[in-house]
């Protein structure tokens, strides 16, 4: 275990952060003597080799040295390996997670609209915040936003902004980039046919006034928009996946809608966090399609829409309804396959108690009612789950 000190007695010694790993970095000015203290885990001992080695940091680890981003949109790659938080430098990270790495970038917005900033890691590497600020020293910086994966906010022209990513050290790809062209629901892009499979992003979207929440306590915020008219009359199945974070899911947020302005939005269906929707469409009848991910993530969105003729409605086949020698009773049930079809009994018609769930298939299944009747009469009725969940 090491930790490197300043001060010349014991009751002076200032730790310079990080410290207590091995190995140790720790930013260093020319001039300044260091203690440097060994120490074995519970009371360990044994021979050490101890090698300093002086590693420079990246040529912009100060804020002063920031590079400059020329172009808009951009795509940076980068690392923050060696690099360190400077004195008055303002904090990017989370408190409780690690960072004090952080690297720098100006940028002077050429025109006035919406820019988002967005740092991402490769797989399993340490997880990277960024921070936007304006200013002209680093001591006297106006946060716009910071300790997110996302920074979007409204850029004026001719203003400079101060950019840091920041975290454990690891490999990055920074991006700068204007919101996708379908964010707001009067660009969405339009879908025609019977079958669509298309990759898009959301990276970058923003929420607009008067746009449908799709849930009261998750917020989303990153929502993209497309339109479909239906070509028939069937049932659609929908598919969105996508990828956070360039791992783990984005966990999609959809709703399904009719109407030709936000104002006048009717809701047909909506799902959370599963990537499957379900919903009965009319020839003719255009549907808006709201993408979002769960609490403002953003990446790849991969949209699957496919077009079904109508179902069969679902319904028992009373001509073939038996009681068995036991007092069973059973019959088939016709529907749609890949459908969970839930049977409720009841004596009364009012309350109704489920006996069970199934799946469909192909051909009819043969449902048996194994309970014993304690009633002279029974009620069944059937409940499409898949229809009820969306999926």
Known sequence: ???????????????????????????????VQYQIALDGP??????????????????????????????????????????????????????????????????TAPFTGIVTASVRVPFLQVFDVLGVYTGNSVSTLT???????????????????????????????????????????????QLTGESNSITAYNLGATREAGE??????????????????????????????????????????????????????????SNLYSSQLRFIVRAGVTYQLQIDGSFGRSGEVHLFLRLLPP?????????????????QVQFPILGRADDIVAIEISSDLRTWHELGQRQLSDSPLLFIDTSVP????????LRNLSSERGY
Request: aromatic share 12%; no cysteine; charged share 15%.
């Open 1 to 31: 275990m090491l930790g490197i000190y300043t001060g010349n007695t014991l009751a002076t010694l200032t730790p310079q952060p990080p410290g207590g790993g091995n190995p140790v970095g720790v930013r260093v000015q020319r001039g």
């Open 143 to 189: 946060t716009i936003t910071n300790r997110t994966t996302d920074a979007t906010w409204p850029a004026q022209e001719g203003v400079t902004y101060h950019i840091a990513v920041d975290g454990g050290y690891s490999p990055f790809i920074l991006r700068l980039l204007a919101p996708p062209a379908n964010d707001d629901f009067a660009q969405r892009a």
């Open 42 to 107: 519970y009371g360990q001992y044994a021979e050490f080799q101890l090698t300093l080695t002086y590693t420079p940091p990246p040529p912009n680890d100060d804020f002063d040295h920031a590079f400059v981003i020329p172009e808009f949109p951009a795509t940076i790659q980068g690392t923050n390996g060696f690099s360190s938080m400077e004195p008055g430098e303002p904090q990017h990270h989370f408190a409780d997670y690690l960072g004090g790495y952080s690297i720098w970038w100006t940028w």
């Open 212 to 269: 449908p929440r799709l849930s009261n306590t998750d917020p989303g915020g990153r929502s993209v928009w497309w339109s479909w008219t239906a070509p028939a009359d069937g049932d659609v199945r929908m598919f969105v996946t996508g990828n956070y974070l360039e791992y783990g899911e984005l966990l999609p947020m959809i709703g399904v809608y009719t109407g030709n302005t936000l104002a006048n939005l009717a809701v047909v269906a």
């Open 374 to 381: 304690i009633q002279p009469r029974r009620f069944y009725r």
């Open 311 to 327: 179902a069969p409605p679902l319904r028992m086949d009373l001509s073939n309804l038996r009681r068995l020698p036991g007092g």
